[in-house]
């Protein structure tokens, strides 16, 4: 029989500091690792991860958030793509230690947007190798845009569309807070975790809520809801888990009472 497929989205918000450039939080990225090693008996995995402090600041700095302007973009351009293969590597050496077959793939390889929305995808290697048994990763990228020369891809819009055609058993967004909050509770301390959220909830929360705290070209949480909110209402389970917490990954995984929020199917 072949395993439950989760789509697991690990922020850049918990696995680096959003504030200092290139900066990875290994420890936060090794317990990302040793939960999904633990779980792989029971699952099969597609990572797809957040840019972090590997995107969002260089994307800022060098004026990439609205596509194609001009060539003097082009320097800045290779430059980010590069730095986003490093982070890539650093994530691929922490799961190895955790004996974690991560096949990394550019997404800037198989997919191409429309502004900035996913248009054309080639997911056969993706299939290909988790027939295989083996968990790809792929991070929010900077692709080629129909439109617009080329697009910032969040890693959240890609998560949720790849939980949807690969019709996964659930999608999880992990990040640096519990879940979706009534308020950011970076900035307000009586900030209420919402644990429960309908779909019809949730998109009307996503409509008024707030991005980031952080440099974030991609939406924040506002942008990561929107995107859950459409996986919620094609069937499939959303969750969101801080993870700089131990095993919080592993309980929403295994449906154990944790601590997260949930988009519940209609
Ligand atoms: N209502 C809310 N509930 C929870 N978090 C919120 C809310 N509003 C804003 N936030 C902020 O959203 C942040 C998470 O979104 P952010 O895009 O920064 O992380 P990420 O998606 O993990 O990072 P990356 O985009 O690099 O993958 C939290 O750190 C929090 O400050
Ligand atoms: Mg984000």
């Not at 999904?36 to 990439?64: E, N, T």
């Not at 190798?129 to 083996?134: E, F, Q, V």
């Not at 692709?143 to 790849?162: C, K, M, P, W």
Request: proline content about 4%; glycine content about 8%.
């Amino acid at each position: 029989m072949r395993k439950a497929l989760i789509v697991v989205k690990l922020g850049g918000s918990a696995l680096t500091d959003k504030t200092a450039i290139y900066t990875p939080r290994r420890a936060a990225i090794g317990r990302a690792a040793k939960q999904i090693a633990d779980l792989r008996r029971r699952f099969s995995f597609v990572v797809v991860h957040g840019a972090g402090s590997y995107g969002h600041i260089p994307v800022k700095r060098w004026h990439l958030t609205s596509g194609f302007k001009h060539a003097g973009q082009l320097r800045g351009l290779a430059a980010t793509k590069s730095k986003l293969l490093e982070w890539e590597l650093i994530l691929d050496e922490a799961f190895l230690k955790h004996h974690v077959p991560l096949i990394p793939l550019l997404a800037s390889d198989y997919v191409v947007t429309k502004n900035g929305r996913i248009h054309t995808t080639d997911l056969r290697p993706i299939t290909n190798w988790l027939r295989l048994g083996c968990v790809p990763s792929s991070g929010g990228d900077i692709v080629t845009d129909l439109r617009n020369g080329f697009a910032i891809l969040s890693g959240d819009q890609l998560a949720a569309y790849l939980a949807i055609k690969l019709k996964a058993s659930r999608l999880i967004f992990g990040t640096d807070v519990d879940g979706v909050f009534d308020s950011n509770p970076k900035l307000n301390p009586r900030a209420r975790l919402l644990s429960d959220l309908t779909v019809t909830s949730a998109a009307r929360f996503a409509s008024r809520a707030r991005g980031s705290t952080a440099p974030d070209v991609t939406g924040g949480m506002a942008g990561k809801i929107r995107e859950a909110v459409a996986v919620a209402a094609r069937g499939i389970p959303v969750y969101f888990v801080n993870l700089t917490k131990n095993e919080r990954l592993k309980a929403a995984a295994l449906d154990r009472q944790v601590l997260c929020s949930k988009i519940i199917p209609a």
